[in-house]
């Protein structure tokens, strides 16, 4: 399943890169802003950085490009996925315009407008640093309606978790994604991470995963940026269309895939393959709470990184601090 974030355009450059202290040569198959496809003979190892210099010719004088990447795929003697790790600042202004000039050939300028804003957005200092600030901030006013809201601990009868474990605390996340204010407060804090992805749509596994994916669509709309919605279905409707996504689906789209709590993290392993099947490309995966059972593994066996919000260890010190002043 393709998972890049950028259109990689097909481009072929001469390019030089230092490799075990040689100075080598290399060509330049295509490029994207996030990464590019070196072809060599070489036999490079997954994880290694390289140094890069790339050469525009026709110009005069001719631009050299100065890039480190560290090599993510590859096959030796047909060659390797490098992604960008570092480019010097006059480097990066000569390969924006060189992807946004070509992109808008290839795609259109609309597209190529989206491409280079998720772009900068993505690599702004103070974009990070005020997209940080609002995380910390969301979290810190959520927390609490978390604790008083959803967070049960029961130590004489444990809960039966969805996995079939025995648990004495569990969260009825539902009591705060279901309440006006904490579902605005959550809708900002998930939008808050992928706004500056380039994604169509936003998906989750119903219903637990509905509310989110509402209040993602309303922080969208609320900034006049089209965004569409995908509910999954455990099963598929048995009369009607019989689909088992709703919403607006097309193949290839971009998606992030939400959830509220994760355990093992089988109700998302199960959305995913719904979504393989159904040829959509998972962007990023996003849990309000990972309860640490095991979710984050499983789902790195299946190539997936989960991201959380919330530890269920983080709520518990919280809960457990908050009893300590009382007593």
Same mark, same amino acid.
Do not use: A, Q
């Given at each position: 399943m393709e998972? %890049?974030? @950028?259109? %990689?355009?097909?481009?072929? #450059?001469?390019?030089?890169y230092i490799w075990k202290e040689q100075l080598l040569d290399g060509q330049i198959?295509?490029? &994207? @802003?996030e990464g590019l496809f070196l072809k060599t003979q070489e036999s490079l190892e997954i994880g290694e950085e390289i140094h890069m210099f790339i050469y525009l010719e026709g110009c005069n004088p001719p631009l050299k490009l100065e890039i480190k990447g560290k090599v993510v795929w590859g096959k030796p003697g047909e060659g390797f996925g490098i992604k960008i790790t570092w480019i &010097?600042?006059?480097? @990066?202004? @000569?390969?924006?315009? #060189?992807?946004y000039y070509n992109l808008s050939c290839i795609k259109g300028p609309e597209e190529a407008e989206r491409e280079l804003k998720h772009f900068l957005g993505e690599i702004s200092f103070w974009t990070k640093l005020v997209k940080t600030l609002q995380r910390e901030f969301l979290k810190k006013e959520l927390l609490p309606y978390l604790i008083e809201r959803a967070f049960l601990y029961s130590p004489d009868k444990p809960f039966i978790l969805a996995s079939g474990k025995e648990s004495p605390y569990y969260l009825d996340c539902r009591k705060i994604t279901l309440f006006s204010h904490t579902l605005t407060l959550i809708g900002a804090l998930f939008w808050n991470e992928i706004k500056y992805l380039k994604i169509d749509a936003v998906a989750g596994m119903s219903i637990g995963a509905d509310p989110i994916v509402s209040a993602i669509l309303a922080q969208a709309s609320s900034e006049d940026i089209p965004l569409e919605g995908l509910l999954i279905r455990k099963e598929p409707k048995k009369y009607g269309t019989q689909k088992q996504i709703?919403?607006?689906l097309k193949k290839g789209m971009k998606i992030v895939l939400v959830e509220d709590v994760v355990t093992t993290g089988g109700s998302l392993i199960k959305a995913i393959s719904i979504c393989e099947k159904a040829e959509l490309q998972i962007i990023k995966i996003l849990a309000l709470v990972d309860r640490g059972e095991g979710g984050k593994e499983n789902l790195i066996k299946l190539g997936y990184h989960l991201e959380s919000f919330f530890t269920l260890k983080e709520i518990i010190e919280k809960y457990n601090s908050l009893q300590f002043k009382l007593s």
């Open positions: 998972k %890049r974030k @950028y259109f %990689r355009i097909p481009f072929s #450059l001469k390019v030089k198959e295509n490029i &994207s @802003y &010097s600042p006059e480097s @990066y202004t @000569y390969l924006k315009n #060189l992807i709703e919403g607006n």
